[in-house]
């Protein structure tokens, strides 16, 4: 399926705010933000949808330039934030930053792009594209969808005969159209290559998809402490592949 016909049907802003456990990633990833961007700051978000983090950026005053290749997206993102004058909306695709210099950001967020990329050869290009525009020191964060655990949430929630059927290839990969997976150490391996360092590398949403049901029942301070326990468990290493999307926060050095 093209981009453009994807996500005319899939709704982006929804999947991060339609109820209380798919708002966790939300939450988590805008922990880690705030945890490394500094003051004054210019930002660049690849891939940013509908502009759920650039509006978020935007309102706290930053400087946000917003590059999105499906144009279902970039008509959202126009018609919600096009407005504010710290924003600047380009539609352009990853792989080709070329309408940037070298190290015009101080911050990156590449949160869409490699849930769309299939080669290695198209993922090592992304990467490098935004390695290539953030600033020496500048923060960049890779969010990718965790092969391992579409088997979990496609068998228990979805479609009981995954496990049976031919979407998967030996030895359990998910094969990749429309979105695209990769797992924890397939990560990794990219993330040496591309000669980044590693600041943190997050569970972002945990197990929110698969017990989506009993986290939406709890109670606001069950939620709450809920929400405290991924806080605290969701850079430990034996976490990262169960869940189904997950950050990797690299500095250039």
């Not at 500048?138 to 391992?148: K, L, R, T, V």
């Not at 943190?200 to 049901?213: I, M, P, R, T």
């Amino acid at each position: 399926m093209e981009l453009n016909e994807l996500y005319s049907q899939f709704n982006e802003e929804l999947r991060l705010s339609r109820n209380r456990a798919s708002r966790i990633e939300f939450y988590t990833t805008l922990n880690f933000i705030k945890k490394y961007i500094r003051k004054n700051d210019k930002v660049l978000d690849i891939g940013a949808g509908t502009g759920v983090y650039t509006q978020w950026l935007a309102e706290k005053g930053y400087d946000v330039t917003a590059v999105e290749l499906a144009k279902p997206n970039v008509i959202k993102m126009m018609n919600a934030i096009g407005m504010m004058q710290n924003v600047t909306i380009l539609e352009a695709n990853a792989l080709d930053l070329s309408m940037f210099e070298d190290q015009s950001f101080d911050f990156v967020l590449c949160m869409g792009p490699l849930y769309h990329l299939s080669s290695v050869k198209d993922k090592m290009q992304c990467v490098s594209e935004a390695k290539r525009v953030c600033k020496k020191g500048g923060i960049i964060f890779f969010a990718y969808i965790s092969n391992d655990m579409v088997f979990v949430t496609e068998t228990m929630l979805y479609n009981p005969k995954f496990l049976n059927s031919d979407q998967y290839e030996s030895p359990f990969r998910v094969k990749d159209g429309p979105f695209c997976f990769m797992t924890v150490g397939q990560m990794r391996q990219l993330m040496k290559k591309s000669g980044l360092e590693k600041v943190s590398h997050f569970a972002a949403d945990g197990l929110s998809e698969l017990l989506g049901d009993k986290i939406n029942a709890m109670s606001q301070e069950q939620f709450r402490e809920w929400l405290n326990f991924h806080f605290h468990t969701c850079e430990k290493s034996e976490c990262l592949g169960y869940s189904n999307h997950v950050v990797y926060v690299a500095k250039n050095v």
